[in-house]
């Protein structure tokens, strides 16, 4: 079975200040896929990244890095100097590698993350 | 670039109605997932559908029940409604055959069962 976990339920921070969001994650999957989603407070799911598990290289976008370690299974999120308009719920989730197309994802909990100004 | 399109956004109905759902993929994508997000609960895989036949099913009441028509549309049908059914309902897409293994998320459509 394939279970992510975001042991942090919410962080607040303060604007400018960088922030790591946590994700671990368990498959018994040789290949998979892990993704971030942001979800602002209008609701919609925004796509952030995806990485396979072949793929351990770090990704940095911006402000946002991924750091993912197969070794610890973890995948963690970082923003640096986060701003107000961070503040959201961001998912971690998990998905097997099918041939020839994607499957269902599995999602953590979610870390809200509030940005003060 | 196109997106999913879920309609409606918004909906409100009382308890033991009936309730539809639509989503329209992305052209090309033949490929549709729908999740169901209660308050403060993270996404629930329902079920998805691949090239109009059921490809995966997950915690999906048996009040609900789905289809992908030919023009790959799908729609969710939920019957006997039940409060704890207020959630927002995701449709997401993606293209089979192709390396990119992302699912794009419609904006959802807000479901409140009074």
């Known amino acids: 079975a394939q279970k992510v976990t975001q042991a942090q339920t919410e962080i607040s921070v303060v604007e400018k200040e960088d922030v790591t969001l946590d994700c671990v994650y368990e498959t018994r999957d040789t290949t998979y896929y892990l993704f971030w989603y942001k979800q602002p407070p209008s609701g919609e799911l925004v796509f952030l990244i995806r990485r396979n598990s072949f793929d351990e290289q770090n990704e940095i976008s911006g402000r946002y890095s991924w750091n993912f370690q197969k070794s610890t299974s973890s995948f963690n999120f970082t923003i640096t100097a986060s701003q107000v308009v961070d503040s959201a719920v961001y998912f971690c989730a998990l998905s097997p590698d099918l041939q020839g197309g994607s499957e269902k994802l599995v999602f953590g909990k979610g870390t809200k993350l509030t940005v003060n100004p | 670039a196109a997106g999913v399109i879920q309609s409606p956004r918004h909906l409100i109905k009382e308890k033991r109605e009936t309730a539809t759902l639509k989503c329209y993929p992305i052209p090309r994508h033949d490929t549709v997932y729908w999740y169901q997000q209660g308050p403060g609960q993270d996404p629930q895989f329902l079920i998805s559908?691949?090239?109009?036949?059921?490809?995966d099913k997950g915690s999906i009441p048996d009040r609900f029940s789905a289809q992908q028509f030919s023009d790959y549309h799908s729609e969710l049908n939920m019957s006997s409604l039940e409060l704890g059914d207020s959630a927002l309902y995701f449709c997401?897409?993606?293209?089979?055959?192709?390396?990119?293994?992302?699912?794009?998320f419609g904006p959802g459509t807000r479901l409140t069962v009074t």
């Open positions: 559908f691949y090239e109009k036949m059921q490809s």
């Open positions: 997401a897409s993606s293209p089979i055959g192709q390396p990119s293994y992302e699912q794009y």
